[in-house]
C-alpha cells in the first residue's frame, strides 16, 4: 500500500516537473504582457518598449507593453500580483512600487519582497543635483555651506510626498547636516518648472529630465549620485566626489513576475532579459537615455530589493514621514 502511495506521489512529482519544463521550452506560446505602471512616453514607459521588443526578437513571441498608471505605480504592480503565475504577465517595476511604497503608503495590497517573483535586474537612471541658475552655490560643498548658513530659507522640490527623489533629498539632508524645506509637486514638469523660475532653489532629478535644461544653461548641475562620472555629464562630479561618499540615488528598474511563476519559465526570461540588455545596439541606446544598464540574475535582484526597501524604511522612520 505504502509502496503504491509512494510510486503515485513519485509520479505526480515528475509530472509537475515535467510540465514546468516543457512550458519553459515553449514560452512563449502566445502574447506576454509587460505592464507599466505609469503613462506612456516616459522614462519607465520607454525603456520598456525598448525591453520588450528586443525580447520579442530574442524569443521569438510576442511582448506587448501595457500602461497601467496611478497610485504611484502600486494600480498596475497590484494588477500583476493578482495576474496568474505562468510568466504572461510582467511588471516592468520601478523603484517606487517595490522599494518605497511599503514604506510611504497605506494598505499597499501586495508585499514586494514577497509576492513577486524576482527576473532580472536592468539599471538604474540616476538623480542629479541642480540648483536653479541665479543661486549662488555653484558646488555641493558650498550648498551645505549655504544651507547651515540659512536654516530653513532653502527648498528643494519633489515629485511628491514619499517619492524617490524626495527621500533621496532627505537623505542628502541627513547625511550633510542641513535642514532644507521640501515642497512637493505632482510630477517632474511642474517642479523642474518652478526651479527654472526660481520659486525653488534645490531639487534632485533624473538625468533624460534636466540633461536638456543643463545643457542650455536653464539650471545648474552641482552633483550626480552615481559611484562614477556619468559619460552624459562628464564635467558634473559625483556626490563621493563632493563630500558626500557612498551618495547616490535614482530610480531602478527591475522585470518581475507573479509569485509562484515556474522556476524555469523565469529562468528562461532572465537569461534573455540580460542577454538583450548586454547587445551592443540596445546597450547603447538605452545609456543615451540617461540609463545605466546593470543587468543581473534573480538571485542578485532579491537582494537588491530587500537592501533598498530598507534603506527606504530607515529615511522615513528617521524624517518622520507618516504612511498616506
Known amino acids: ?29 502566445r502574447p506576454v504582457r509587460m505592464v507599466v505602471a505609469y503613462p506612456a512616453g516616459g522614462t519607465t514607459d520607454i525603456a520598456a518598449r525598448i525591453l520588450a521588443k528586443a525580447l520579442s526578437e530574442r524569443m521569438k513571441g510576442s511582448f506587448v507593453v501595457e500602461n497601467r498608471a496611478g497610485g504611484g505605480g502600486v494600480i498596475g504592480a497590484g494588477m500583476v500580483v493578482n495576474s496568474p503565475p505562468d510568466g504572461y504577465t510582467l511588471l516592468f517595476a520601478a523603484s517606487p512600487e517595490l522599494s518605497i511604497a511599503k514604506a510611504t503608503k497605506k494598505d499597499v495590497p501586495y508585499d514586494a519582497e514577497k509576492d ?70 505632482r510630477g517632474s514638469a511642474p517642479s523642474l518648472t518652478d526651479l527654472m523660475g526660481g520659486q525653488i532653489q534645490v531639487t534632485l532629478d533624473a538625468v533624460p529630465a534636466v540633461l536638456p535644461l543643463i545643457q542650455s544653461g536653464k539650471v545648474k548641475a552641482l552633483a550626480i549620485a552615481t559611484p562614477q562620472r556619468s559619460a552624459l555629464l562628464p564635467d558634473v562630479p559625483t ?86
Open 1 to 29: 500500500m505504502f509502496e503504491n502511495l509512494f510510486k503515485l506521489v513519485l509520479m505526480a512529482g515528475l509530472s509537475v516537473v515535467t510540465s514546468a519544463a516543457t512550458a519553459a521550452e515553449t514560452y512563449p506560446a
Open 116 to 185: 513577486f517573483a524576482p527576473v532580472a535586474m536592468i539599471g538604474q537612471v540616476p538623480f542629479v543635483l541642480v540648483v536653479s541658475k541665479d543661486f549662488p552655490p555653484n558646488t555641493v560643498r558650498e550648498l551645505i555651506a549655504y544651507a547651515k548658513a540659512h536654516p530653513g530659507a532653502v527648498n528643494f522640490s519633489s515629485y511628491g510626498s514619499g517619492t524617490s527623489n524626495h527621500l533621496a533629498a532627505e537623505r542628502l539632508n541627513l547625511q550633510a547636516g542641513i535642514k532644507m524645506t521640501h515642497v512637493p509637486y
Open 239 to 324: 556626490m563621493t566626489e563632493s563630500g558626500l561618499p557612498g551618495f547616490v540615488g535614482g530610480t531602478w528598474f527591475a522585470l518581475v513576475a507573479p509569485k509562484g511563476t515556474p522556476a524555469a519559465v523565469v529562468q528562461v526570461l532572465s537569461q534573455a532579459t540580460i542577454a538583450s540588455l548586454n547587445d551592443p545596439a540596445l546597450k547603447k541606446d538605452l545609456e543615451m537615455r540617461g540609463l545605466v544598464l546593470d543587468p543581473q540574475p534573480p538571485e542578485y535582484l532579491a537582494r537588491f530589493l530587500a537592501a533598498e526597501s530598507a534603506k527606504s524604511q530607515q529615511v522615513v522612520t528617521r524624517i518622520g514621514l507618516q504612511p498616506q
